[in-house]
């Protein structure tokens, strides 16, 4: 017998990592406030189907209905053989139809045989088809008193609102990695299997929080190896996933070196890596740093603790800047691989871009540099020399017969007032605005990533949105707008949102000259603040 199916749950103290859908259950019960129809909804794995054999013998068991079923009496071990005339299990996948269901319909009509009442188990619910899903809503909506109803799915949102509220919904959690590893640890142990921390750390992350695909990998691997299961027996039984050559390509960047970086990718292609799911693995990672400079604690979920102890480290040597370009550029780099089916040629450039920041002459590569130097991070370059003081003028001769009063020194060209904004300007350090306020609220990304500057006068900075929709939740998080201005800019700005396409930005489009000379602004502002601040 396979171990998901020998480890199955027997009771809900068994059902690891689903705390609350656990205490409600029991609270129904012990209360005796069953309802006739549940919908159990959550990832794979993650132990729907078991709570709704455990709630079928909850319900029937001779000592019920109780929360704690004693698996001995003859109802339920009839339900643990799977034998049991008054528990149906029905895989909707396989018996989707209509005529499948009004089958069901008839059956539902007849008492119980033996037990308390009739439960039926629908697995993999949201598979009904719209005419099967359309003649289970009568039944559903007026059931006999002896029967329950336990619907499991992974999409809840495919199925039909008018079932959806015809049910207590229950959603089951990703089993975390901490739990994950306790019960593989345990179950190893009793079972006699020999594995390192290292294969176990590595079968939690591919089962990508679905305890029954870590213990089907468990099983596999015990079966493949000769001794004690290690990392690299992991690696050969399943292929090579990505993660390491993921961490030491990462490194490279944080490190800004290039070589470091091609060599991690040549590498992972050599090990027969799939270079896209490499790709996936590269923004996972930094997700991690971008998170744990937030809140560390927010990774215990997902991370074993050394991982999330070495997250944290890479945090304190990775500008935010620089990691949320990151995420975007591979985001990029992963839509245009499914597109070219060349993921090493994609993840390269990408990867290149990114370390060698200094050389991208991108408006985004130079307002990222830009906004580097104006928070005074480092960007692994050498810093110049500062520029020499300019020699003190000699003083004028005295006047003969009057004097004029002193006029106040005229601002030096090469020192740009930061009181002044300029439309070329605000365009340059935009991606830096942008930036800021999506590190304060992620869900500005998709609006402000359709945001165009259209005009700026007297310190309000107006703001072109395609559509009423984006426009309204930016006026809503205006104030975190306005303070990722004043941060980049230097002092207080008002924001303008305005919606509609822009008429004379489409103008100027239209101009090749004009377009161009607006692109050389925007060059030679970014390439002007680049040379205020120092840097070569």
């Known amino acids: 017998m396979s171990l998901y199916r020998k480890w199955r749950p027997a009771t809900f103290t068994d059902l690891v990592g689903q705390d609350t859908v656990v205490r409600t259950l029991s609270q129904a019960l012990l209360s005796d406030r069953l309802v006739h129809a549940y919908l159990f909804s959550g990832p794979r794995g993650s132990g729907k189907t078991s709570a709704a054999k455990i709630m079928a ?37 396989s018996n989707r139809g209509i005529d499948e269901i009004r089958a069901l319909r008839e059956s539902v009509k007849f008492a119980p045989a033996t037990m308390r009442k009739k439960v039926y188990i629908v697995d993999e619910a949201h598979m009904l088809t719209k005419e099967g899903a359309n003649a289970f809503l009568k039944t559903l909506e007026e059931p006999p008193e002896h029967v329950v109803f336990i619907l499991a799915t992974t999409a809840p949102e495919s199925l039909p609102v008018t079932i959806l509220s015809r049910c207590q919904r229950y959603a089951f959690r990703r089993i975390t990695i901490p739990i994950m590893l306790d019960r593989m640890r345990h179950i190893a142990q009793a ?66 070196d290039a070589v470091g970086v091609l060599h991690g990718i ?194 309000t900075i107006s703001v072109r949105v395609a559509d009423e929709f984006n426009a309204g939740f930016l006026r809503d998080r205006q104030a975190v707008l306005e303070q990722a201005m004043q941060a980049v800019f230097g002092h207080a700005c008002k924001a303008k949102i305005l919606v509609g396409s822009a008429s004379t930005r489409s103008n100027q489009r239209s101009d090749a000259g004009k377009t161009t000379q607006d692109d050389l602004g925007l060059l030679d502002y970014a390439l002007q603040r680049l040379g205020d601040t120092g840097e070569g």
């Open 191 to 256: 079972e006699g299997i020999a594995i390192n921390d290292d294969a176990l750390n590595a079968i939690a992350y591919r089962a990508d929080g679905g305890l029954r695909d870590a213990l089907t990998m468990l099983e596999q691997a015990s079966s493949f190896a000769e001794g004690c299961i290690d990392l690299a027996t992991i690696d050969t039984a399943f292929g090579a996933s990505g993660q390491m050559s993921a961490r030491a390509i990462l490194d490279a960047f944080v490190a800004q």
């Open 57 to 93: 013998r909850c319900i029937n068991c001779e000592h019920g209905p109780t929360p704690n079923p004693d698996n001995t009496c003859i109802h339920c071990e009839a339900i643990l053989a799977g034998n049991a005339l008054d528990v149906v299990e029905i895989d909707a996948a």
């Open 266 to 459: 040549e590498t992972a292609a050599e090990a027969g890596t799939d270079l896209t799911n490499l790709i996936r693995s590269l923004i996972g990672e930094i997700r991690n740093v971008v998170i744990a400079r937030i809140d560390p604690n927010l990774l215990a979920r997902d991370l074993v603790a050394s991982d999330a102890e070495q997250a944290s480290a890479r945090a304190t040597q990775l500008p935010q800047v620089r990691a949320l370009r990151a995420l975007r550029l591979l985001s990029d780099a992963l839509a245009s691989a499914r597109l070219s089916g060349n993921p090493r040629l994609e993840l390269e450039s990408a990867m290149l871009r990114l370390t060698l920041q200094g050389e991208d002459p991108t408006l985004e590569a130079l307002a990222a540099r830009v906004q580097l130097l104006e928070e005074g991070r480092a960007t692994g370059q050498p810093p110049a020399k500062p520029l020499p003081a300019p020699a003190p003028a000699p003083a004028p001769a005295p006047a003969a017969k009057t004097t004029k009063p002193a006029q106040p020194p005229s601002p030096t060209p090469s020192e740009p007032s930061t009181d002044s904004l300029t439309l070329q300007k605000v365009r340059a350090l935009w991606p830096g605005v942008r930036a800021r306020a999506e590190s304060a609220i992620a869900s500005l990304r998709g609006p402000l990533s359709r945001t165009e500057v259209e005009s700026v006068s007297d310190d």
